[in-house]
């Protein structure tokens, strides 16, 4: 997606007509503007001179973001560049226009309501008061001129905005309160003091100028309030180093950041930011990652291990060697993501963008209505005026465009800030309806990396004595599961004696001699075939086969020496992070290319609800494929055979510690590589689309009630009428309010599980009452099993169906009534026996 700057916005009517503008350019297929931002995102094939000179002919002026011709202000890739310009310029203009506006007041409301004294010479002396209030008036609306141009210009292309009702509510005011002071003038010459009273009641030079100065209030605090919403991102920036050490010819150098370049070896002392991407050479410490994951524990770093640019350096010396320099950087693609998420458009924008394309013309429509009505009625220009000029100033068109993106940039810099990274603001909406999540296994629920759960030493040995001997035989193996028994001998400080005549057994174990001794490992029945096993041994074995656990048998000479189980551990927060998924009424699949007793096992501890083994890497695709027509799926996973499955999902969801490949096919990132962000990312979704309907609610319902009360539709019943004045006050609330709105999620508990309980209890009751077990014969392996699967949840009124060849069962969970008979015939029918259905 190709960024562009834009300037010349002012409210969501600008943004849809840019927007309708570039997407009618050849080329163009897809296009967004974010008010929030003054940014453009365009994809396509069309040229940068064709987009910009479509933005051009629009009425508005646009960069492509980073040129040097780009306006500094809207860009987004820059701590200065994102430094809040707007409020200072709307503050100087509100402190001249307030100081002008109260010598205004004194002179009209202050004299004419509570007869404030006046100089001598203004004393009935009416025309001299009006032209003083003229001048007074014009000089307000000169500070102000911004409305005017952008007002007018806008008309002028025909795309009226926010603007242009400013400019024509003030501008109507004062027009008819100069044509005002000129009739005064002509009863003045004629001796005619009646009229000149009555003129002078038809002023409304004061109106035009609280028009002015009331929404400038309104933009200050907009202006203000929609700089908080780009904190998150304006923090990540501040932690970019600026300076870094190097060694040059065996000197330390210190230089800017920008002049590191990819190999450069570079030094970091305790207390000191990490400037790049490397890998550490020499040296060890702790170092804080919170920027990066959010995660407040230091990770150790040693010789090999990688470090990230904007960590601090707790402890030790660190020689480290650049991998990843300038915005290749793992902070500066996390800065890259924030930012294109804040500038792609969420599905839910589109309905206040279609409003906001005719809103305005829609108002100047009904404010020219509102004036001929009255005026038909029989009422005074002044009045029917005065109802047309409130229409103008109360309709605020800025509520709705910024309902959605204010929203949607706070959300997403709260998930930064816990290492929960939204690629786009479609993301962001969609992962709070996710309705089933479906889990790797291997590096998402459990660690990825085998360890030894178990020593089981046989007769006559030790745990010590089992754990030296198997680890002087694995010490030439390459296997996973040689690593694990390596890594726990190296933790215990076993010695690891030299063998010979070492062979490795493709398929069964391994073989060496040690001192004279044999000595052999492997599974099961390998080593049988070299000692006799128990049968305590053999039911050991089983019992931890059952738990997901591999057991590796170990022989000295002609005598068992014991068993060593391996297992891919299950993380400690996975099956916490399950649960919460659960209550919050969501399905969690697990999918494995395992064995099935391995993977139920796993299942078991985990708590899912539903095992798939036995999947090939590219046979996940389809089970997400399937999953989908059951409802919305999100797809966790961190390998590179995940990418297929996660591209698929409604919503790809990548372990931080994954590959690139998975990280790139994802729609979410998880810096911190824990399952528990997957339950706080939905939670941070749900939150977001909830303040985006209330923001929603807010803008329509204030357009809806504040224009018929502008108008004067309520004068009949209840006397009520609205003077343009209090107008001008709720327009500039109206879109501070939406975004101060907003601003309540940066206090939302992510991690805060205790609303979703309700949730599960209602799917526990909806479940218990629509379940049934049937058991069936027959079934004689995972095909079986996908066959009795499929047939089944092909019934209407079959959510899922868990089949277990092992156990014979089928559990079938139904979300309308299906007949036993209808289940029965369709199992049978692919040749197997219904033994019975409860």
């Not at 040129?67 to 860009?75: F, L, R």
């Not at 609303?755 to 629509?770: A, L």
Request: with cysteine.
């Amino acid at each position: 997606m190709k960024q562009y700057t834009v300037t010349g916005m002012s409210c969501a009517a600008c943004s849809a007509r840019v927007e309708k503008a570039v997407s009618k350019v050849p080329g163009v297929t897809s296009c967004s503007v974010s008010l929030l931002t003054n940014s453009m995102g365009v994809e396509g094939t069309a040229s940068d001179s064709a987009v910009i000179a479509a933005v051009t002919d629009a009425g508005y002026g646009a960069a492509v973001k980073g040129a040097p011709d780009a306006p500094k202000a809207a860009a987004a890739n820059d701590e200065e560049l994102l430094k809040d310009r707007e409020t200072p310029v709307l503050k100087k203009r509100l402190i001249a226009s307030v100081g002008f506006l109260l010598v205004l007041m004194y002179f009209s409301m202050g004299h004419m309501m509570w007869d404030w004294p006046l100089p001598s010479f203004f004393e009935n002396n009416h025309v001299a008061m009006g032209l003083l209030q003229l001048l007074l008036t014009e000089i307000i609306m000169v500070i102000n001129q911004k409305f005017f141009i952008s007002g007018f210009k806008g008309l002028l292309h025909g795309a009226p905005n926010m603007d242009t009702l400013v400019a024509l509510g003030s501008g109507a005011s004062f027009v008819y309160s100069t044509y005002a002071l000129f009739a005064m003038t002509d009863a003045q010459v004629k001796g005619d003091m009646a009229g000149v009273m009555s003129y002078m009641h038809e002023f409304y030079f004061e109106s035009a100028a609280m028009i002015l100065t009331l929404i400038t209030v309104g933009k200050m605090l907009e202006a203000r309030s929609k700089g908080k919403t780009t904190d998150a991102l304006k923090g990540l920036m501040k932690l970019a180093p600026k300076k870094a050490t190097v060694l040059r010819d065996g000197v330390e150098t210190e230089v800017s950041i920008e002049q590191v370049r990819k190999g450069d070896i570079f030094v970091v002392r305790p207390g000191e930011n990490i400037p790049v991407d490397g890998i550490v050479l020499e040296g060890s410490s702790a170092v804080n990652e919170a920027a990066l994951t959010g995660e407040s524990i230091p990770a150790d770093k040693a010789a090999g291990d990688a470090v990230s640019a904007a960590t601090i350096n707790q402890s030790g010396f660190l020689k480290c060697e650049a991998t990843r320099v300038g915005e290749d950087t793992t902070l500066s693609q996390i800065i890259q993501m924030v930012s294109d998420a804040a500038a792609t458009k969420a599905p839910i924008a589109k309905v206040a963008d279609k409003v906001s394309g005719v809103f305005v013309p829609a108002v100047i429509a009904i404010a020219i209505v509102t004036i001929i009505g009255w005026l038909l009625a029989g009422e005074s220009v002044g009045f029917a005026l005065a109802r047309g000029i409130s229409v103008l100033v109360i309709s605020c068109p800025c509520a709705l465009g910024l309902a959605t993106p204010v929203a949607i940039m706070v959300g997403n810099g709260m998930g930064a800030k816990n290492g929960i990274l939204f690629k786009t603001a479609v993301s962001l909406e969609e992962t709070g309806r996710t309705e089933i999540v479906a889990l790797d296994k291997t590096g998402t629920i459990t660690r990825g990396e085998p360890q030894v759960t178990d020593l089981l030493p046989a007769d006559g040995f030790t745990e010590e004595e089992l754990l030296t001997l198997a680890c002087a035989l694995e010490q030439k193996s390459e296997h996973p599961l040689a690593r694990a028994v390596l890594a726990r001998g190296q933790k215990e400080g076993r010695a690891l004696p030299e063998v010979s005549d070492f062979r490795a057994l493709p398929g069964n174990g391994l073989t060496a001699v040690l001192a004279g001794s044999s000595l052999n490992g492997g599974n099961a029945q390998f080593i049988s075939t070299k000692v006799q096993l128990p049968e305590s041994i053999r039911a050991q074995g089983d019992r931890l086969a059952e738990e997901g656990k591999t057991p590796l048998y170990f022989a000295k000479d002609e005598k068992l020496a014991g068993i060593i189980a391996v297992a891919d551990v299950i993380k400690e927060d996975s099956p916490q992070a399950i649960s919460e998924l659960q209550n919050m009424g969501i399905r969690v699949v697990m999918l494995t290319g395992d064995n099935e007793r391995t993977a139920r096992a796993i299942g078991r501890q985990a708590g899912v609800d539903e095992v798939i083994a036995g999947v090939l890497p590219d046979g996940k695709e389809s089970v997400i494929r399937g999953l989908k027509k059951q409802g919305r799926v999100a797809m966790v996973g961190d390998g590179i055979n995940d990418a297929p499955a996660l591209t698929r999902a409604d919503i790809g969801i990548a372990i931080g510690a994954g590959t690139d490949v998975a990280i790139d096919a994802a729609d979410i990132v998880l810096m911190k590589s824990r399952l528990s962000d997957v339950p706080a990312a939905i939670r941070l979704s749900r939150a977001t689309l909830r303040n985006i309907h209330q923001n929603l609610f807010w803008a329509f319902f204030y357009n809806a009630v504040g224009i018929p009360l502008a108008m004067g539709l309520w004068i009949p019943l209840t006397g009520w009428k609205l003077n343009p004045m209090f107008g001008a006050a709720a327009m500039s609330l109206s879109s501070f309010c939406v975004v101060t709105n907003a601003l309540r999620l940066n206090l939302f508990k992510i991690y805060d599980a205790g609303r979703d309980k309700k949730i599960r209890k209602k799917k526990e009751k909806e479940s218990k009452t629509m379940e049934k077990t049937m058991k069936i014969e027959g079934m004689m392996c995972g095909h079986c099993e996908a066959r009795v699967k499929k047939v089944l949840e092909a019934l209407p009124g079959v959510e899922q169906a868990v089949v277990s060849h092992q156990e014979g069962t089928a559990v079938v969970t139904l979300n309308a009534p299906v007949a036993d008979e209808l289940l029965k015939k369709t199992v049978e029918d692919q040749d197997y026996k219904v033994i019975s259905i409860s």
